[in-house]
T-cell receptor, first 115, second 116 residues
Framework: AQKITQTQPGMFVQEKEAVTLDCTYD???????LFWYKQPSSGEMIFLIY??????QNATEGRYSLNFQKARKSANLVISASQLGDSAMYFCAMRERTGGFKTIFGAGTRLFVKA | NAGVMQNPRHLVRRRGQEARLRCSPMKGHSHVYWYRQLPEEGLKFMVY????????ESGMPKERFSAEFPKEGPSILRIQQVVRGDSAAYFCASSPGQSRQTDTQYFGPGTRLTVL
């Protein structure tokens, strides 16, 4: 079974609008962390945001926020006021306490921001 | 405040040769991870190391691949007798190693291996 599922292979958004990238996860471990990374065309992996399974509030980092719905096992990334530089691949990832320090990545969503 | 460093950035090898990839973690980080990314796919965990110890190599192919993180110097991922299927981007990440759930892994720029 897929641990991390990103159902949107590609997404388009108009510049300055908000966009939501979906991520669902599967775990029986009550203690886990969720991460989002951005991979621009240059190839590097850039850490964006983290959400812990026990965190009461949704994580936010600047224009990024994480819509964490624990019961639904979803951790969607919301990017507000999209910019052309947001065009990239976005990966959702999870680390379970029982999994040690191993991080499991989803297949990614490619975001295209239109001018 | 240098980030994770990897070299080389690009590596071309012929089938049967050895590929050696290096990773220097961020200052203060004692945990190193290697991941492989095939084209248009997400990252797949290969191995997790601390200084002089392999902690988890469950994602590493049993043959031809090895990794080390010596007391001094960078972490090395070695691929012996490379085949075309080894062509991929290999990413190294490092973390402080403080908590299993919250430890954020910071990635290097990757090494793109091409096997001819």
């Amino acid at each position: 079974a897929q641990k991390i599922t990103q159902t949107q292979p590609g997404m388009f958004v108009q510049e300055k609008e908000a966009v939501t990238l979906d991520c669902t996860y599967d775990t029986s471990d009550p203690s886990y962390g969720l991460f989002w990374y951005k991979q621009p065309s240059s190839g590097e992996m850039i850490f964006l945001i983290y959400q812990g399974s026990y965190d009461q509030q949704n994580a936010t980092e600047g224009r990024y926020s994480l819509n964490f719905q624990k019961a639904r096992k979803s951790a969607n990334l919301v990017i507000s006021a999209s910019q052309l530089g947001d065009s990239a691949m976005y990966f959702c990832a999870m680390r379970e306490r029982t999994g040690g320090f191993k991080t499991i990545f989803g297949a990614g969503t490619r975001l295209f921001v239109k001018a | 405040n240098a980030g994770v460093m990897q070299n080389p950035r690009h590596l071309v090898r012929r089938r049967g040769q050895e590929a050696r990839l290096r990773c220097s973690p961020m200052k203060g980080h004692s945990h190193v991870y290697w991941y492989r990314q095939l084209p248009e796919e997400g990252l797949k965990f290969m191995v997790y190391l601390q200084k002089e110890n392999i902690i988890d190599e469950s994602g590493m192919p049993k043959e031809r691949f090895s990794a080390e993180f010596p007391k001094e110097g960078p972490s090395i991922l070695r691929i012996q007798q490379v085949v075309r299927g080894d062509s991929a981007a290999y990413f190294c990440a490092s973390s402080p190693g403080q908590s299993r759930q919250t430890d954020t892994q910071y990635f290097g720029p990757g090494t793109r291996l091409t096997v001819l």
